[in-house]
């Protein structure tokens, strides 16, 4: 899905084009709308510009940084590489060090050199910061969507703190797309914010510093990365980005066009959010750990929850609007319906048809088709968006 | 050499490393110090991505993009040897004897730019000066993701960020 703010591509997705960092998909998205954008092709000039000179600067400013000592070479690494490639004599403490180093290879606890660099003891605890992840490695991925991971489910116990956290987190609106996790451990629960900047995590702090018990970390302490995994990456559309746009153009005007495309990207995203953040819900407190709230935790749970309920209709509200407006634009094919696999599925299924038939992404399946999809997707949300206690 | 995938036998794994540190470690070392690594440290740490390189190709590792493996192990590295963040911050530094050309008009022009940048870039988060300098560097954004710890989307964020105040600084 293309990001887009008023119509027209955000920094972070011309960045992201200029670097040739986005999936196929996604760049024939921009490619297209930089081919009828002016405003976006000037605002990439710029940026391909600032960054041209940044590279330029960095070059000048690694040419003036002193060079690596020449007595690396006399001190002799190439010997110590040659010593490592033996078979192990440990006849002092610097050897066994090496022969640890050596051995040790991609997951070596980086405490041992941590230690040399710090010149302090070791620190097995840093073992989880440090251990290297070469470029290459298959990462672990995360959940794609929800901001407050899956964690186990929520024990049944009084004044449960999960419900409390989150609900704390809600009033500031960081338990959809931000990256707050809720962790439990043996000490209690955790809450890790990760590369939130200063005011939020103020924000953060503050709104959590009624719960004393909750521990707050602020850290950047994964070494994983997003899964950036096109979906239908290299597929060749029976009706490209172009012809899909051209049509709706026609229908609608460039100018509209644009604006229906903002809209409609958000919306889906925000919808996605809310439906994962009520999914979350649900699989942190079942029936049988509601069954232990006093009152006013069922309460704070209903509230939370009819909030996300609230937004994720004024979101579908939207949608439905959007694609009612585009709906004379194709036919819908009368094909089978996908099976019906809760609001979730739906939200995902519709996001799909958003992004190719307004965001610009390729696909196999044919407009008429994803309108259909849309549709179906559309009126099942609705009933059971209605339906959600 | 260095984006060939390193694979082979024991005895070749030493000679294949010495090779790629003395093509990589300079540019290791100075993209380094360039972040504010003091040049001690700095030292240290290239000298150990290189011995983990050799470490790891010992274990069978295959290393498809060795340049990028020593970049990452000694960032992650750096990470763990940094007592508090603020160390890290880089000098500014004096670009104007880098300005070359026959028009000193167009010299003194490029050597202000090169000026504004750096107060520029002194003044970003260390993450985004981070992120921005293994931009420039050449790696991709999850290769940074890698290299930094942090999700691609948020590598994303910080070099947006970073390109919009540089930018304002250069139109200041």
């Not at chain 1, 960045?15 to 998909?25: F, I, R, V």
């Not at chain 1, 899956?150 to 116990?157: C, D, F, L, V």
């Not at chain 1, 439990?184 to 939130?196: F, N, R, W």
């Not at chain 2, 008009?105 to 107060?119: F, G, P, Y």
Request: with cysteine; proline share 6%; hydrophobic share 40%.
């Amino acid at each position: 899905m293309i990001k887009m703010g008023g119509g027209h591509l955000d920094d972070g997705m011309l960045l992201g084009h200029l670097g040739g960092d986005l999936p196929s998909w996604r760049a024939a998205g921009v490619r297209q709308h930089l081919s009828g954008c002016e405003r976006c092709r000037a605002r990439a000039e710029e940026l391909r510009t600032a960054l041209q000179e940044f590279s330029t600067y960095w070059g000048a400013r690694k040419a003036i940084s002193p060079s690596a000592p020449a007595e690396w070479e006399e001190i002799g690494f190439e010997m110590e590489l040659r010593e490592l490639s033996q078979p192990a004599r440990h006849s002092n403490g610097r050897r066994l060090w090496l022969v640890g180093i050596a051995l040790a290879a991609a997951a070596a606890p980086l405490w041992i050199a941590g230690s040399r660099l710090r010149g302090s003891a070791p620190q097995p605890e840093r073992i989880a910061h440090a251990a290297p992840v070469p470029p290459g490695s298959v990462p672990p991925t995360r959940t794609a969507s929800p901001s407050i991971n899956r964690s186990e489910t929520a024990k049944a116990e009084p004044g449960n703190l999960q419900l409390q956290a989150i609900a704390a987190l809600h009033r500031i609106g960081a338990d959809v797309s931000e990256p707050v996790e809720l962790r439990s451990s043996a000490k209690g629960l955790e809450v890790v914010a990760t590369a939130v900047d200063a005011a939020r995590e103020r924000e953060i702090r503050d709104a959590l510093a009624p719960l004393p018990a909750v521990q707050l970390r602020f850290t950047h302490p994964e070494r994983q990365a997003l899964a950036l995994e096109p979906r239908d990456a290299d597929a060749a559309g029976l009706e490209g980005p172009s012809i899909i746009r051209a049509k709706l153009d026609e229908a609608l005007g460039s100018a509209a066009r644009e604006e229906m495309e903002g809209r409609a990207l958000e919306q889906s995203a925000r919808l996605l959010a809310r439906l994962h953040a009520i999914d979350d819900l649900g699989r942190r407190f079942p029936p049988e750990v509601r069954a232990g709230f006093s009152a006013e935790e069922s309460n704070l749970l209903e509230q939370v929850r009819a909030d996300h309920i609230a937004k994720a209709k004024e979101s579908m509200a939207d949608l439905q609007s959007i694609f009612e407006s585009i709906a004379g634009v194709w036919s819908t094919d009368s094909g089978v319906p996908a099976p019906d696999g809760g609001a979730l599925d739906n939200a995902r299924r519709l996001d799909e048809a958003v992004g190719v038939l307004l965001g610009g992404a390729p696909t196999r399946r044919s407009p008429a088709e994803l309108m259909n999809a849309a549709k179906t997707s559309l009126a099942r949300l609705h009933r059971e968006l209605e339906t959600m206690r | 050499m260095a984006e060939r995938a390193l694979t082979g036998g024991r005895t070749d794994h030493a000679k294949r490393v010495a090779e790629l540190y003395c093509e990589l470690r300079d540019d290791l070392y100075r993209h380094l110090v360039a972040n504010g690594i003091r040049p001690q440290v700095s030292q240290e740490l290239t000298q150990e991505a290189f011995l983990r390189l050799h470490g790891a190709l010992l274990e069978g590792g295959e290393i498809a993009n060795p340049r990028g493996w020593v970049f990452t192990v000694a960032h992650n590295l750096a990470v763990n040897s940094r007592r508090r963040p603020e160390q890290d911050l880089p000098d500014h530094i004096d670009l104007a004897a880098t300005a070359e050309g026959d028009n000193p008009e167009a010299v003194l022009l490029r050597s202000e730019r090169m000026a504004r940048i750096d107060r520029a870039f002194v003044r970003l988060s260390r993450q985004q000066r981070l992120c921005l300098s293994l931009r420039a560097e050449g790696f991709q954004y999850k290769q940074i993701a890698v290299m930094t710890g942090l999700g691609v989307s948020t590598v994303g964020e910080f070099l947006q960020r970073a390109i919009v105040k540089l930018r304002e600084a250069l139109h200041d």
